[in-house]
């Protein structure tokens, strides 16, 4: 079943099209992943699928409601975690889930019995009663997972659900998001710029410049780039490279003393290349393609050409924590 | 679209908070305290007592006015902190209109402020006012006019305000002129044209002589009411209604 229907979608401001035509479409119980460097559309999408803003033209429906016309429906049925942390900070953790449990109309008693468990699910039921100020970052967002999925939405938007965090953290929050899927069979809608944290969807959409350029299942996008990357040191590699192109046809470049050669079914290749080469080998290393290869080729340039945008957040990240430890 | 639960719960987060930040509730009674004793007693020492009361007695509805001004407008700024801090997208994606969080923050903010003004009234033994168990409910009732109209007004304008850098200007600019503006501190026909014009366009002038006119019931002008009580309430009243209703709209635009 189809929850999440994208068709033409399209916002432009002012002179920039964030957003420029993209169709796509979600199966319920899907993990489905928005990938794509900063300022690719990401956020925008996911601001229109959840009602935040309205696309210039096009659809976007959700569980069968539109996004544009019938936004309470929508938002009754999808929950949200922001890139940054949206929890209030001066209230406990039960006052902040109990907040959102009157926005979205629990009955009290059902409220009492869904804050017990989604505290229990996050692993924060002892905490129940703390300030959220005294949380760490993971525990502010495993508490945003709590608060997103206490009306029982059909969709968890995650936006940038790890970014900040350290990498012990997110292996903790992606456990959690695969349980989740796993025990609610709830859909996932996220966006990252995290290649690793991307591996874990069923299905990715990579974006850039507002566009969808791929979107498939992580192991068919990566063999979008043809096969493996082999790197070989040999005794001699002038000699070396005109004897692989003659017995394998296949094109092998030197770099810094080391030989590179692309091809299919690396694991196979090597021990023929080894057994054959009258050139003998010192060491060979083998390595999968990565998203990070296939947006290279899709594009051009790689996802961490944006780092430097990524200091920008931190150091925005860290602003605002600072400000808001002298409030 | 008026939702009842979202508004109680929007009112009850405020209520939490502002009683368990200590230091707000101090400077709730520090400020008038330091403004009565300090500001009042210099210079009521300059000014002789007319008609019946002190120049200490005359700036009390005043001080009402003034604790009910900062209170009211620290709540209403409290929507640009939510922005800021990222809480308020939390309401937005919520299935509750505009409306709901716009009244939840007038009415949180109003009766926040109507606090601050009763904590405010255990000074009156101090000041040798008189204070009756009507006069007491009268008080209330303006106090709740009176806030319900500054924190319109707050929600108007942090409607606006998209960052917190705003917020120094709106104080020096805005909060302040209206709190020496507007009869708390000298009488407003004592004051020259052009500043008296300027009092005259302050909501905050008739709310404070409306104060007056349940506190200093015997007094006469200068030092006592300077206009009718019923021109007092519904000038304060119509003013309401509009603030509330542009920072509705504004609040719809905005976001």
Redo the contacts between chains.
């Keep these: 079943m189809v929850i999440i229907n994208v068709h033409n979608l399209t916002r432009k401001f002012k002179t920039l099209t964030a957003v420029d035509g993209i169709s796509f479409s979600v199966e319920q119980g899907e993990v489905f992943g928005f990938l794509g460097p900063n300022g690719a559309g990401k956020t925008t999408t996911i601001s229109i699928l ?3 803003i309205s696309p210039s033209s096009g659809k976007a429906e959700i569980a069968g409601f539109d996004c544009a016309k019938n ?3 929508v ?2 049925s ?1 929950g ?1 975690i ?1 890139q ?8 406990t953790a039960y ?1 902040n889930l ?3 449990a ?4 629990l009955d009290g008693k059902l409220a009492e019995k869904r804050i017990d468990e989604m505290l229990t699910v996050v692993d924060l039921q002892g905490r129940k009663h703390d300030l959220i100020k005294n949380f760490s970052g993971g525990m502010k967002r495993r508490l945003e997972i709590a ?1 997103g999925l206490l009306h029982y939405p059909r969709v968890l938007f995650l936006d940038e659900p790890t970014l900040g965090l350290d990498p012990q953290t997110r292996n903790t929050i992606w456990d959690f998001i695969n349980m989740l899927r796993v025990e609610e069979k709830i859909t996932v809608f996220m966006t990252t710029h995290y290649m690793d944290e991307a591996e874990n969807c069923d299905r990715i959409a990579i974006i850039d410049h507002g566009k969808i350029i791929a979107l498939d299942t992580p192991a068919k996008l990566k063999q979008m780039v043809h096969g493996d990357i082999i790197r070989i040191v040999t005794e001699d590699n002038r000699k070396a490279v005109p004897e692989i192109q003659s017995l394998f046809n296949v094109s092998a470049r030197e770099e810094n003393g080391t030989l590179v050669l692309e091809t299919e079914r690396g694991d196979e290749f090597i021990p023929r290349l080894i057994h054959s080469l009258p050139t003998s080998t010192r060491s060979v290393s083998i390595q999968k393609p990565t998203l990070n290869d296939v947006f290279l080729k899709l594009t051009g340039r790689t996802i961490r050409d944006d780092m430097l945008q990524d200091n920008k957040e931190v150091t925005r990240e860290f602003v ?1 924590s600072h400000r ?1 430890a002298q409030r | 679209m008026i ?1 009842v ?2 508004i ?2 929007i009112c009850l ?1 405020e209520f ?2 502002f009683f ?2 200590k230091s707000r509730l101090l400077g709730t009674l520090a400020r008038p305290v330091l403004w009565l004793f300090v500001v009042g007693n210099g210079m009521g020492s300059l000014i002789k007592p007319q008609v019946g009361f002190s120049y200490l007695q005359f700036i009390f509805p005043g001080m009402i006015g003034m604790t009910i001004l900062f209170s009211s407008i620290f709540s209403s700024i409290s929507i640009v902190w939510d922005r800021e ?3 308020m ?8 209109s505009r409306l709901s969080i716009v009244i939840g923050k007038t009415i949180s903010g109003t009766l926040i402020s109507v606090a601050q003004a009763i904590i405010i009234l255990v000074l009156i033994p101090f000041l040798g006012i008189p204070l009756t168990v009507s006069q007491f409910f009268q008080v209330v009732a303006v106090a709740v006019l009176v806030s319900f109209c500054i924190t319109s007004l707050g929600i108007l304008i942090a409607a606006r305000l998209s960052s917190f850098d705003g917020f120094n200007i709106i104080m020096n600019f805005l909060v302040m002129p209206m709190l020496f503006l507007s009869g708390a501190m000298y009488p407003v026909t004592a004051m020259p044209p052009a500043l008296r014009h300027l009092t005259l366009i302050n909501p905050l002038t008739y709310g404070i002589d409306a104060f007056k006119h349940v506190l200093l019931r015997s007094g006469t002008p200068p030092l006592g009411p300077e206009f009718p009580l019923t021109l007092d309430l519904l000038l304060v009243a119509a003013i309401s209604a509009i603030m509330l209703t542009l920072a509705a709209l504004s609040f719809r635009k905005k976001e």
């Excluded at chain 1, 009157?102 to 109309?105: T, V």
């Excluded at chain 2, 997208?89 to 509750?96: G, N, Q, S, T, Y």
Aim: proline residues 6%; hydrophobic residues 35%; contains cysteine.
């Design positions: 959840c009602t935040l936004p309470d429906q938002r009754t999808i949200l922001f940054d942390t949206t929890l209030d900070v001066g209230l006052e109990k907040f959102h009157y926005l979205y109309n608060r605002r808001r | 939702q639960r979202p109680y719960v987060r939490i908070k368990r930040e801090f990222g809480f997208k939390e309401m937005l994606v919520a299935p509750i």
